[in-house]
């Protein structure tokens, strides 16, 4: 196990803050992109704990405590690993256990959550500097701006963008659906498509008017086990099944986590879900996958 530095690193978090980190050998990684990112620096050994939403790699939650869902985290439980360093994205919470963490005398980093190609490379870099691995961080970076750069080019070559609506979940028979500022409208965005609910931000119940003026040609969801949305279940509502990706019988659904995660893998999820969009144009590999640069930074 790395040693502590002999000179605190500083950086600047989501929340504005300067946090000045001594010891980055004992961290609790909240938020799945963050572990996976960790993970792909090769910086395992130093994770003492994460929580629910870590779920990959896979082996995370098996061989490291939870702390619980990123949401409803208690301070207590966190406090009592003695960590060093506490990384959680921006929408964690609730508030009042993150102004106790904030509060606690242990550095903790709030990592942004801009659902862009330039966020990715962001929290990449952050994560990284926070834990003491710059140049293994660089390097990450690297890979993931070169995945991008690519997928950018296959997105070039999208003519008509597809209109596509992402659903949460159904409450009361009402669709859940994603708005601008949110981690769906960051992949359809990436994916060369069009967010069919571009009216407001974040995640909204929506009645059978909208759903009809939103005309979406695609409909897309996530894989979640028991509690999974199928073509079936959308389609044969009345007002979905006027839409034209009812028409067209045009579902998808991918693992939520790959899908949303905007970590490391997000180019590879957003060129997956480009080529079931535009399988003509968005074949093909990005630069890591031959080369299995993602795990070269270790």
Request: proline residues 6%; charged residues 20%.
């Amino acid at each position: 196990m790395a040693a502590a530095r002999a000179d605190a690193e500083s950086v600047r978090d989501a929340a504005g803050r300067t946090v000045t980190i001594q010891d980055p050998r004992r961290i609790v990684s909240i938020g799945g992109a963050v572990t996976e990112i960790l993970y792909a620096l090769g910086l395992q050994e130093r994770i003492v704990a994460v929580d629910t939403t870590s779920l990959y790699p896979p082996r995370a939650l098996a061989e490291k405590p939870n702390v619980g869902y990123m949401r409803q985290l208690s301070s207590e439980g966190i406090l009592g690993l003695s960590p060093t360093l506490i990384l959680a994205p921006e929408g964690a919470g609730p508030k009042e256990t993150i102004a106790v963490l904030e509060n606690a005398g242990v550095p903790f980093v709030s990592v942004p959550d801009h659902y862009s190609a330039a966020g990715i490379v962001e929290r990449i870099r952050l994560v990284a500097r926070a834990a003491g691995a710059d140049a293994r961080g660089s390097c990450l970076a690297a890979v993931a701006e070169a995945d991008l750069a690519a997928l950018a080019q296959k997105r070039a070559r999208v003519e008509t963008p597809l209109r596509v609506m992402f659903i949460l979940s159904f409450v009361n028979d009402r669709p859940m659906v994603a708005g601008t500022e949110t981690a769906a409208d960051g992949i359809i965005r990436l994916a060369g498509a069009v967010n069919a609910v571009a009216d407001y931000r974040g995640y909204k119940a929506i009645n059978d008017e909208a759903i009809l003026a939103a005309r979406p040609d695609v409909v897309l969801a996530m894989r979640r086990g028991r509690q999974e949305l199928t073509a079936d279940d959308v389609f044969a509502r009345p007002m979905f099944s006027l839409t034209p990706a009812a028409q067209a019988k045009r579902f998808i659904a991918m693992d939520g986590h790959y899908l949303l995660g905007f970590g490391p893998r997000t180019a590879r999820a957003a060129r997956d879900l480009a080529a079931s969009l535009y399988p003509d144009v968005m074949s093909g590999e990005l630069p890591s996958e031959p080369s299995g640069a993602l795990d070269s930074c270790r």
